[in-house]
């Protein structure tokens, strides 16, 4: 078996050499809160009613996705020097790669496999 030697650049635009790869980590959403106005009711007990008991504002939850939504890593590959990196599923696109461009197989702790 082949293990092939990686190197942990400090940004993306440093992989520069073959077999760099780089580690994305996850952001999480931003969550902001609103306050929406309830509209008051037609009837008259029911306003009254509303008036003394009901709700006047409604929370409303907007949560907005950062990319990216999970773990990613950028590698370039250790032969051909082509970047690649790791799906939302699993890292497979990576290992994949490199098992049919060299037929050898990849020391998966080397590269930081969580």
Request: hydrophobic share 35%; charged share 25%; proline share 7%.
């Amino acid at each position: 078996m082949e293990a092939f030697t990686v190197r942990r650049v400090k940004y993306s635009q440093d992989l520069l050499h073959k077999g760099d790869y780089f580690f994305v980590a996850k952001r999480h959403p931003n969550i902001t809160v609103e306050r929406v106005p309830v509209m008051q009711p037609q009837g008259i007990l029911e306003r009254i009613w509303w008036n003394w008991f009901g709700k006047k504002e409604e929370l409303k939850q907007i949560v907005e996705i950062v990319w990216p939504e999970h773990d990613a890593i950028i590698v370039n590959c250790p032969q051909c020097n082509q970047p690649s990196a790791s799906t939302k599923n699993s890292p497979s696109p990576i290992f994949r790669h490199w098992r049919t461009n060299a037929g050898a197989t990849l020391n998966r702790r080397q590269v930081g496999e969580i």
